[in-house]
């Protein structure tokens, strides 16, 4: 694989992102910050405090080793999304212009998702700043590192939990994100991690099993066991940087078409921890796919991949999980439904991974998923699944009479989340985006 570091004449400042989720994580976060701007000149570091969001007012620190400023924002809409797009894009973009600034490091609020700044930082368009072009604040940062921190002794509970942000406390009530998406999610997409907390607070399985689902979850990922979040320097916070791979992602956002498997993840299983890969070359059958789902929800951390379902030939189904909470959405058309026009903006390398397994009469039609679990029979997930692939007699349908198929009875013809008692807050297709497809 391509490097991704950075050449010598890119020039754009480079930004270190932390995250944690509430709690000794954030704390983590914070002492990270403070050590990095206080003995590294050049440093600022930026930081958007949340609490008081929901009556619409944010509270911004930036502050470097000689200098600290603290403003109170008034926020019309008072949410995650104007907060990125109104005060800390202008501001990343206003930073890079200095040349006192050599670095620029954001200290998340645990409400804010480093996937989300990153991919904002590199599609929104900021407008109006004098002097510059109107354009994304990628034209002038670039994302260095994102180093996530968590508690080691409860983060795997929260990872695996069915709490939403809003009955902890931390997001606003229509806020429907899990605890368990955020814990996911953060680690995920990191590319290093610290995990805080003294060897003593858990069993050597307990941080068996953690160390074993981090190196499944974020293989190339450097990680550091740190007892007590105040003894964190920059020396060792650069250190573990410096450990970074080469082709590390760096806030790069991958489609649903980018491969499930990155990194070189351990394929056996350590500590009840496993990776499941189930690949098919014939669709789902709806209905009996909505039931086989259950198997998903307990014993599993997380799960993610494309699904061919029989009753939308055409359409590209992204499930993906964490915890108890599941969603299924569209992540567009499969290349067999395009037209020329529409495979000729088709990514390149897209298109030359579906050749090596074009199918004469689906094309590139199948199915590809990836589970991990860390309590859960492998065997069931997979026997489970199984039963829910159409039938010999039902791909006869698939061939030869769609307009049958089109028929049956499909849970997920609008949208789809799990648990399914809370689907009727569920936003239509049209209303909720991401990176991977649209929330169904």
Not at 211 to 227: E, F, K, Q, S, Y
Not at 268 to 280: H, I, K, N, R
């Amino acid at each position: 694989m391509l490097s991704v570091v950075p050449s010598e004449t890119d020039r754009r400042t480079p930004v270190v992102v932390l995250a944690g989720f509430a709690g000794p994580a954030a704390a983590g976060a914070e002492y990270a910050a403070t050590a990095l701007c206080q003995e590294a000149p050049g440093t600022v570091v930026v930081h958007h405090d949340l609490k008081q969001l929901n009556e619409g007012i944010v509270h911004r620190t930036v502050r470097s080793a000689t200098y600290e400023t603290s403003d109170v924002l008034e926020l019309a809409h008072g949410c995650v999304s104007c907060t990125l797009r109104i005060d800390l894009l202008p501001l990343l973009r206003t930073l890079a212009a200095r040349d006192s600034v050599d670095r620029i490091v954001l200290a998340l609020d645990p409400a804010f998702e480093a996937e989300a700044v990153c991919h904002a930082i590199e599609h929104v368009v900021v407008e109006g700043i004098l002097g510059r072009v109107d354009g994304p604040a990628g034209r002038d940062v670039r994302i260095d590192a994102v180093l996530t921190f968590l508690d080691a002794s409860a983060w795997l509970a929260d990872a695996t939990g069915e709490d939403t942000l809003a009955e902890r406390g931390l997001a606003r009530a229509d806020d429907e994100r899990t605890v368990a998406q955020l814990a996911v999610g953060q680690v995920e997409f990191a590319d290093a991690v610290i995990a805080l907390g003294p060897a003593a607070a858990g069993t050597e399985v307990e941080r068996g099993k953690l160390g074993a689902v981090l190196a499944r979850l974020v293989p190339d990922a450097p990680v550091a066991w740190v007892d007590d979040p105040q003894t964190l320097t920059a020396a060792g916070i650069e250190e573990l940087l410096s450990r970074i791979a080469a082709h590390s992602r760096r806030g790069r956002v991958f489609d649903a078409h980018a491969p499930l498997l990155r990194g070189q993840p351990p394929l056996t299983s350590d500590y009840g921890v496993a990776l499941l890969e189930f690949a098919a070359s014939r669709p789902f059958h709806p209905g009996r796919l909505h039931e086989a789902l259950d198997v998903l929800f307990d014993g599993v951390v997380t799960a993610r991949g494309r699904m061919w379902l029989a009753t939308q030939p055409d359409e590209v189904a992204w499930l993906e999980s964490a915890g108890g909470g599941l969603r299924v959405g569209s992540a567009g058309r499969w290349l067999a439904a395009m037209s020329e026009a529409e495979l000729a903006q088709a990514d390149p390398d897209r298109r030359a991974m579906a050749a090596l397994r074009w199918d004469d009469q689906f094309g590139d039609r199948d199915i590809s998923l990836v589970i991990l679990v860390h309590d859960a029979d492998p065997n069931e997930i997979r026997e489970a699944l199984h039963w829910a692939l159409v039938e010999d007699d039902e791909l006869r349908l698939v061939e030869r009479a769609p307009e049958r198929v089109a028929l049956w009875e499909d849970p997920f013809g609008a949208w789809h989340a799990d648990p399914c008692e809370s689907t009727e807050s569920t936003l239509p297709i049209e209303d909720v985006k991401s990176p991977r497809g649209e929330a169904k």
